[in-house]
């Protein structure tokens, strides 16, 4: 699919918004990380995992809420009637680090956890402190055994609690929202190890404009998109053939300029 192309007179104005407005929603986005650790910290003190559950939906709900000062919109889409008493393994294409706010809120009910890089688990208020105690797997992409264990234990919460995953096979974020082949080995290991999960892909549109430019200045008035896409049961097929399948959706549904 290809999306409406945009002049360089709106492009250049979008810029010029974006040096105006960038900073502003930097401090908004620092003030809300920064109140929500000891409120993460509080909630897992004293009502343990809901409660902690609870104040990381909020989180992301205001986190979501500060895209909004850029002039830049998020439309999630979610006609698919996914099962509560399941694990699901989110599966979507990866262009920001702004994908990830509106996937915790809008699938909220379904207990998503990352697969996300170790790194990201230190030095990021709020972020990092979920990542370490809200059930993520955190992974070194270094150390394989490392890795596959953080994968291991998060497939067992998932047999166990019912809890869901999400994943972006792609490994790395595409900076100009073409999408780049998808990776089999975690979702290889997430369905040996979880027979009855359900494989959902997601694909994210434009959400990689707001970052066009890099961390400064964000890119403003940007119609970003989430959608769930219809579910794939893996039984009776490969990885390989989940992961193509997913891929293919993905892409069927992808804007690219």
Known sequence: MQPRPVG????????????????VFYLLFGIVITVFHPVQWLCLKLGGYQAHKKSVDTLNWCL???????????????????????????????QSMYDIPPLIFFLRKHHGKFISKIELAKGIPSISFNLRHGGAANIDRKDPKQSIAEILKLANHMKTKKWSAFIFPEGTRS??????????????????KVPDVLVVPV?????????????????????????VLPPIEPQGLSAEEVVAQAEARIKTKILVN
């Open 203 to 227: 694909v994210i549109n434009r959400s990689w404009e707001m970052v066009r430019y890099g961390f400064f200045p964000l890119n403003t008035f940007t119609r970003m998109s989430w959608e």
């Open 8 to 23: 360089p007179i709106v492009l250049l104005m979008r810029k010029f918004f974006g040096y105006i407005l960038s900073p």
């Open 64 to 94: 979501v809420a500060c895209y909004y000062v850029l002039g830049n919109t998020v439309k999630f889409v979610n006609k698919q009637p996914l099962p509560t008493d399941r694990p699901i393994l989110f599966v979507a294409n990866h």
């Open 175 to 192: 900076k100009t929202g073409k999408v780049k082949p998808f990776n089999v080995g975690g979702i290889a290991t997430i369905l040996k």
